[in-house]
């Protein structure tokens, strides 16, 4: 069983910048391709960012790519995510998850994810 702690999150104000991080309680964490997904108050889940096992291969969704970075550390079975040039439309519960059937490659599909963690409030004021 994978367990995953996400921290970081807090308020901001637009234009400014968070670092996610994302505690994955598990040995084999290289192994596993990891993502990032997010929740608005109102909406549904949404896929934020990918990234496979080594880091060598990198997924975003059109709305953050040139503001998020997604990054690994595998010597510390971590999972992050740099977020610069906040909107308010960034507002949401932000979920790391991991992907236990994908090593190489990466997914956009919630589907593909096998494990969850509960989440960290990321809310940025205009």
């Known amino acids: 069983q994978v367990q995953l702690v996400e921290s970081g999150g807090g308020l901001v104000q637009a234009g400014g910048s968070l670092r996610l991080s994302c505690a994955a309680s598990?040995?084999?964490?290289?192994?596993?391709?990891m993502g990032w997904f997010r929740q608005a108050p109102g909406k549904e889940r949404e896929f934020v960012a990918a990234?496979?096992?080594?880091?060598?291969?990198?997924y975003y969704t059109d709305s953050v790519k040139g503001r998020f970075t997604i990054s690994r550390d595998n010597a510390e079975n971590s999972l992050y995510m740099e977020m610069n040039s906040l909107k308010p439309e960034d507002t949401a519960v932000y979920y790391c998850a991991a992907a236990s059937r994908l090593s190489y490659s990466t997914s956009s599909r919630e589907a593909d994810y096998d494990y969850w963690g509960q989440g960290t409030q990321v809310t940025v004021s205009s």
């Open positions: 598990v040995s084999t964490f290289r192994s596993y391709a």
């Open positions: 990234i496979n096992w080594s880091g060598g291969r990198t």
